[in-house]
Protein backbone atom coordinates (compact mmCIF):
# COMPACT_ATOMS: atom_id res chain seq x y z
CA UNK A 1 0.00 0.00 0.00
CA UNK A 2 1.84 3.44 -0.41
CA UNK A 3 5.15 3.38 1.80
CA UNK A 4 3.33 5.21 4.66
CA UNK A 5 3.78 3.58 8.31
CA UNK A 6 0.82 4.21 10.56
CA UNK A 7 0.79 5.60 13.84
CA UNK A 8 -0.37 3.83 17.19
CA UNK A 9 -3.33 5.48 18.47
CA UNK A 10 -3.02 6.73 21.95
CA UNK A 11 -1.27 9.58 24.09
CA UNK A 12 2.83 10.40 23.82
CA UNK A 13 3.86 10.13 28.23
CA UNK A 14 4.29 13.86 27.40
CA UNK A 15 0.61 14.71 26.93
CA UNK A 16 -0.22 12.19 29.91
CA UNK A 17 1.86 14.34 32.21
CA UNK A 18 0.45 17.81 31.13
CA UNK A 19 -3.45 16.50 30.80
CA UNK A 20 -2.58 15.31 34.85
CA UNK A 21 -0.74 18.92 35.86
CA UNK A 22 -3.70 20.59 34.43
CA UNK A 23 -6.05 18.45 36.69
CA UNK A 24 -3.49 19.10 39.80
CA UNK A 25 -3.99 22.39 38.75
CA UNK A 26 -7.59 22.90 38.79
CA UNK A 27 -8.35 21.00 41.53
CA UNK A 28 -6.38 22.99 43.47
CA UNK A 29 -7.78 25.78 43.16
CA UNK A 30 -11.14 24.42 43.30
CA UNK A 31 -10.36 23.25 46.76
CA UNK A 32 -10.67 26.18 48.57
CA UNK A 33 -14.32 26.85 47.00
CA UNK A 34 -15.26 22.99 48.27
CA UNK A 35 -14.24 23.65 51.73
CA UNK A 36 -15.90 26.73 52.13
CA UNK A 37 -18.90 25.44 51.17
CA UNK A 38 -18.75 22.35 53.35
CA UNK A 39 -18.41 25.24 56.28
CA UNK A 40 -20.64 26.72 55.26
CA UNK A 41 -23.22 23.68 55.10
CA UNK A 42 -22.06 23.05 58.69
CA UNK A 43 -22.60 26.19 60.00
CA UNK A 44 -26.24 26.16 58.72
CA UNK A 45 -26.50 23.05 60.04
CA UNK A 46 -26.13 24.20 63.20
CA UNK A 47 -28.02 27.16 62.74
CA UNK A 48 -30.86 25.24 62.41
CA UNK A 49 -30.07 22.78 65.31
CA UNK A 50 -30.11 25.75 67.43
CA UNK A 51 -33.74 26.92 65.67
CA UNK A 52 -35.18 23.55 66.12
CA UNK A 53 -34.18 23.86 70.11
CA UNK A 54 -35.25 27.10 70.35
CA UNK A 55 -38.36 26.13 68.75
CA UNK A 56 -39.03 23.04 71.08
CA UNK A 57 -38.16 24.58 74.03
CA UNK A 58 -40.91 27.54 73.22
CA UNK A 59 -43.88 25.11 72.19
CA UNK A 60 -42.79 22.79 75.82
CA UNK A 61 -42.64 25.62 78.19
CA UNK A 62 -45.75 27.09 76.33
CA UNK A 63 -47.62 23.47 76.64
CA UNK A 64 -46.64 23.20 80.40
CA UNK A 65 -48.10 26.45 81.16
CA UNK A 66 -51.29 25.50 79.64
CA UNK A 67 -51.86 22.97 82.38
CA UNK A 68 -50.94 25.41 84.96
CA UNK A 69 -53.89 25.09 87.56
CA UNK A 70 -55.36 26.95 89.92
CA UNK A 71 -54.65 27.17 94.48
CA UNK A 72 -56.07 24.70 96.10
CA UNK A 73 -56.50 27.38 99.09
CA UNK A 74 -57.11 29.99 96.64
CA UNK A 75 -59.26 29.55 93.53
CA UNK A 76 -59.11 33.19 92.44
CA UNK A 77 -55.01 32.49 92.18
CA UNK A 78 -53.07 30.41 89.90
CA UNK A 79 -50.67 28.11 91.65
CA UNK A 80 -47.18 30.21 90.92
CA UNK A 81 -45.03 29.15 93.24
CA UNK A 82 -41.73 31.45 91.79
CA UNK A 83 -41.86 34.97 92.25
CA UNK A 84 -43.45 37.29 90.18
CA UNK A 85 -40.83 39.74 89.82
CA UNK A 86 -40.75 41.10 86.20
CA UNK A 87 -38.60 39.61 84.58
CA UNK A 88 -37.97 36.38 86.42
CA UNK A 89 -35.31 34.11 85.29
CA UNK A 90 -37.50 30.95 86.28
CA UNK A 91 -40.55 29.47 86.46
CA UNK A 92 -41.91 26.89 89.13
CA UNK A 93 -46.15 25.81 89.17
CA UNK A 94 -47.99 23.15 89.68
CA UNK A 95 -49.63 21.38 86.52
CA UNK A 96 -52.78 19.43 86.48
CA UNK A 97 -52.73 16.08 85.89
CA UNK A 98 -54.84 13.96 83.64
CA UNK A 99 -57.07 13.29 87.00
CA UNK A 100 -57.61 16.67 88.27
CA UNK A 101 -56.93 15.66 91.53
CA UNK A 102 -52.93 15.67 91.70
CA UNK A 103 -50.82 18.61 91.26
CA UNK A 104 -47.38 18.24 89.82
CA UNK A 105 -44.72 20.90 90.31
CA UNK A 106 -42.88 22.22 87.67
CA UNK A 107 -39.50 24.23 87.01
CA UNK A 108 -38.39 25.66 84.13
CA UNK A 109 -34.53 27.03 84.81
CA UNK A 110 -31.69 28.60 83.60
CA UNK A 111 -28.60 26.56 84.66
CA UNK A 112 -25.58 27.63 83.21
CA UNK A 113 -26.56 27.95 79.25
CA UNK A 114 -28.80 25.06 79.50
CA UNK A 115 -32.84 25.50 79.53
CA UNK A 116 -33.78 22.68 81.90
CA UNK A 117 -37.35 21.06 82.97
CA UNK A 118 -38.25 19.24 85.69
CA UNK A 119 -41.04 17.65 87.43
CA UNK A 120 -41.33 17.40 91.21
CA UNK A 121 -42.41 14.06 90.85
CA UNK A 122 -40.72 12.77 88.54
CA UNK A 123 -37.16 11.08 88.45
CA UNK A 124 -36.81 13.20 92.36
CA UNK A 125 -37.24 16.48 90.46
CA UNK A 126 -33.99 15.74 88.00
CA UNK A 127 -33.83 18.55 85.37
CA UNK A 128 -34.40 17.25 81.99
CA UNK A 129 -32.73 19.60 79.66
CA UNK A 130 -34.87 21.67 77.05
CA UNK A 131 -32.05 23.20 74.84
CA UNK A 132 -28.64 23.94 75.23
CA UNK A 133 -26.97 27.13 74.60
CA UNK A 134 -29.21 29.35 76.44
CA UNK A 135 -27.83 32.57 76.65
CA UNK A 136 -31.30 34.25 78.17
CA UNK A 137 -34.24 33.26 79.72
CA UNK A 138 -36.94 35.40 80.87
CA UNK A 139 -40.86 35.27 82.33
CA UNK A 140 -42.96 37.97 82.89
CA UNK A 141 -46.61 38.12 84.29
CA UNK A 142 -49.49 40.15 83.10
CA UNK A 143 -53.02 41.05 84.21
CA UNK A 144 -56.16 40.37 82.09
CA UNK A 145 -55.29 43.90 79.82
CA UNK A 146 -52.03 42.00 78.84
CA UNK A 147 -49.97 45.03 79.38
CA UNK A 148 -49.70 46.03 83.18
CA UNK A 149 -47.18 43.57 84.76
CA UNK A 150 -49.61 41.32 87.92
CA UNK A 151 -48.07 41.54 91.48
CA UNK A 152 -49.59 38.26 92.66
CA UNK A 153 -50.62 35.12 90.96
CA UNK A 154 -54.54 36.43 91.79
CA UNK A 155 -53.99 38.61 89.03
CA UNK A 156 -51.79 36.65 86.57
CA UNK A 157 -53.40 36.22 83.09
CA UNK A 158 -50.90 35.60 80.71
CA UNK A 159 -47.42 34.07 81.57
CA UNK A 160 -45.03 35.93 78.55
CA UNK A 161 -41.88 34.01 78.21
CA UNK A 162 -38.27 34.88 75.93
CA UNK A 163 -35.54 32.59 75.47
CA UNK A 164 -31.99 33.69 73.64
CA UNK A 165 -29.81 31.11 71.99
CA UNK A 166 -26.10 31.29 70.79
CA UNK A 167 -25.82 29.52 67.37
CA UNK A 168 -22.54 27.90 67.85
CA UNK A 169 -21.23 28.89 64.36
CA UNK A 170 -22.07 32.99 65.72
CA UNK A 171 -25.39 35.14 66.50
CA UNK A 172 -28.36 34.71 68.36
CA UNK A 173 -31.74 33.59 67.91
CA UNK A 174 -34.54 34.52 69.96
CA UNK A 175 -37.91 33.87 70.20
CA UNK A 176 -40.97 34.74 72.65
CA UNK A 177 -44.34 32.68 73.59
CA UNK A 178 -47.63 34.17 75.24
CA UNK A 179 -49.86 31.95 77.09
CA UNK A 180 -53.24 33.05 78.13
CA UNK A 181 -54.05 31.17 81.51
CA UNK A 182 -57.75 29.73 80.97
CA UNK A 183 -58.06 26.84 83.47
CA UNK A 184 -60.76 27.25 85.65
CA UNK A 185 -60.53 23.97 87.56
Known amino acids: MGGRVRRAAGFTLVEAVVTLGVLGVLFALSLPVLTAGLAAFDADRDGLRALEDLRYAVE????????????PADEDAFYITSALSNPA????????????????????????????????????????????????????????????????????????FALTLANPAGGTYAQRGRVALRNRE
Open 60 to 71: RVGRELRELCRH
Open 89 to 160: SSLSFYKREPDCTTPTRVTVARSGDVLTLAYGAVAGGSPFPLAAGVSAAEFRFYQADGATPAADSTQVAFVE
